[in-house]
């Protein structure tokens, strides 16, 4: 009697090669990287009295804090996967221009509240 091939096995090892270049490691990992601060920064906006313009975002900030972070690095990575898998190469420097781009904004909010709570406590002080 013959063996019956194993074609379940193959199909799962196909579904989960990945192969990346390796010029493109730069963009994969900085899109993530720079998701992840995104969420490090919002949580610091949200937590010193700043909001989150997402509403789906808000809403989850706001039924806990864990949900938003969970939620934004399962999406970063699923999207992540999904880009690799079909080997959307292009879309990663667009992608971590975007979120660069958010970063560079909440550092700038970060900062402003930061300069108008001196300028408060300077005035509070008769500075």
């Known amino acids: 009697m013959g063996r019956i091939p194993n074609t379940r096995k193959k199909e799962w090892g196909q579904m989960i090669k990945l192969s990346v270049p390796k010029e493109n490691w730069k963009w994969i990992i900085g899109f993530n990287a720079l998701n992840m601060l995104d969420a490090g920064l919002t949580m610091f906006i949200t ?16 039924q806990h804090p ?3 972070v969970l939620t934004k690095f399962l999406v970063g990575g699923i999207m992540t996967a999904y880009w690799i898998k079909r080997q959307s190469w292009k879309v ?12 560079v ?15 408060i406590g300077g005035a509070i002080n008769g500075h």
Do not use: D
């Open 47 to 62: 937590h010193t009295g700043g909001r989150e313009l997402n509403p789906l975002m808000a809403f989850l900030i706001n």
């Open 66 to 68: 864990g949900y938003f």
């Open 92 to 103: 990663f420097p667009w992608m971590t221009l975007a979120f660069w781009t958010v970063c």
């Open 105 to 119: 904004w909440n550092l700038a909010m970060i900062f402003s509240s930061i300069e108008k709570a001196m300028q």
